[in-house]
Nanobody, 124 residues
């Protein structure tokens, strides 16, 4: 299993970023996926999850209405569109593969593989 995130960087408050995660080494189109983040001094926090077919998506309350998780199964790629960013969104963001391919869980332990992550910094 290999997960490689990209797209992080510096954004101003109110700005947007789009994260990507290139997946390989497993049947991506049959597997639920998710995003998590870790801010300095804090624990890893689940952010969003999506079913294998992309029909069902779930979000942390604090990002609902601002972040959108999506996937392109033809490209084996997972995305996280982040709008209306605020400084509290500053963190290292990770792409994860679900432990149970049919379940896009809301807990960190629902995922058994993570990428190396990409840094998102929101600051003026």
């Amino acid at each position: 299993v290999q997960l490689v995130e990209s797209g992080g960087g510096l954004a101003q408050p109110g700005g947007s970023l789009r994260l990507s995660c290139a997946a390989s080494g497993f049947a991506f189109d049959n597997c639920a996926m998710g995003w998590a983040r870790q801010a300095p001094g804090k624990e890893l926090e689940w952010v969003a999850g999506i079913s294998g077919g992309g029909r069902f998506a779930y979000y942390l309350d604090s990002v609902k209405g601002r972040f959108t998780i999506s996937r392109d199964n033809a490209k084996n790629t997972l995305y996280l569109q982040m709008n209306s960013l605020n400084p509290e969104d500053t963190a290292h963001y990770y792409c994860g593969k679900a432990r149970n391919s049919g379940y896009a869980g809301t807990q960190i332990t629902d995922y058994n593989y993570w990428g190396q992550g990409t840094q998102v910094t929101v600051s003026s």
